[in-house]
């Protein structure tokens, strides 16, 4: 399964995604999770990225599909991916095709703004491994790490000003790509505004899983 997780921020595709990787026993790729660690790790990438990242704004379409179609190359991801945050712009979704990577389907999350600013200012991100918890709908395990042992935080553009800056990019250059993939028959959408459970069992009946 090629799979694509389409949804404006706090959507839950990070939390879809760990569900779904274990069901469908593929990979995700997360390309907010990739540039976030480089920024930790202090590389070009990281220190051009956060130009961006801070603002809300998103990263030049070459850089990033430059970083996932690397990722796409290695073993892991040839029987399968699921990919998080990308494609993000109609750019980056020609860019895949061109490469000759097909998706199979491309899930879209729906979530009103209104819930938006309300579900990231409770998000957390493990440090390490980029697993997403939240403190009221996926609270951090009793200990206060995360399941991997690495610390959990809250990230840094995940406040009101950045968070509204990411909202106006997502509906003028992200949702266009619903429209793209729907002209091939590939998209399925799923009511995202319920419970993490509820949505699961929504994700799941959606892909006949
Ligand atoms: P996310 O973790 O998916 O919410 O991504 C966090 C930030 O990373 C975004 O607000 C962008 O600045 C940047 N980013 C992640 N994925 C992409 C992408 N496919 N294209 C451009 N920028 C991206």
């Given amino acids: 399964m090629k799979l694509i997780l389409l949804g404006p ?10 569900v779904l990787t274990k069901k469908l026993g593929v990979e995700t790729i997360s390309t907010g999770v ?7 790790e202090g590389t070009e990438l990281g220190k051009l990225a956060a130009q961006y990242i801070e603002g809300g704004k998103l990263v030049p379409d070459d850089v990033v599909v430059g970083i996932v179609k690397e990722r796409l190359s290695q073993d892991d991801c040839k029987n399968g991916f699921i990919l998080d945050g990308f494609p993000r712009t ?10 000759g990577v097909e998706i199979d389907k491309v899930l879209s999350l729906e979530v009103d703004d209104s819930v938006i600013v309300d579900r990231l200012s409770g998000r957390r991100e ?20 995360c399941v991997c042992g690495g610390e959990v935080i809250q990230r840094d553009d995940d406040n009101e000003e950045t968070i509204k800056n990411r909202l106006k990019v997502y509906h003028e250059q992200t949702e266009p790509i619903k429209e793209y993939y729907a002209a091939q028959g590939k998209v399925v959408s799923v009511d995202s505004e319920g419970t993490v459970e509820e949505t699961t069992a929504a994700v799941d009946k959606a892909l006949g899983l």
């Fill in 126 to 145: 493990c440090k390490a491994c980029g697993t997403p918890y939240h403190i009221k709908n996926k609270p951090v395990p009793e200990n206060g790490k």
């Fill in 34 to 40: 990739m540039l976030r660690a480089a920024m930790r």
């Fill in 9 to 18: 921020p706090g959507a839950g595709k990070g939390t879809q995604a760990e």
């Fill in 90 to 99: 109609i750019a980056q979704a020609e860019a895949l095709n061109d490469a």
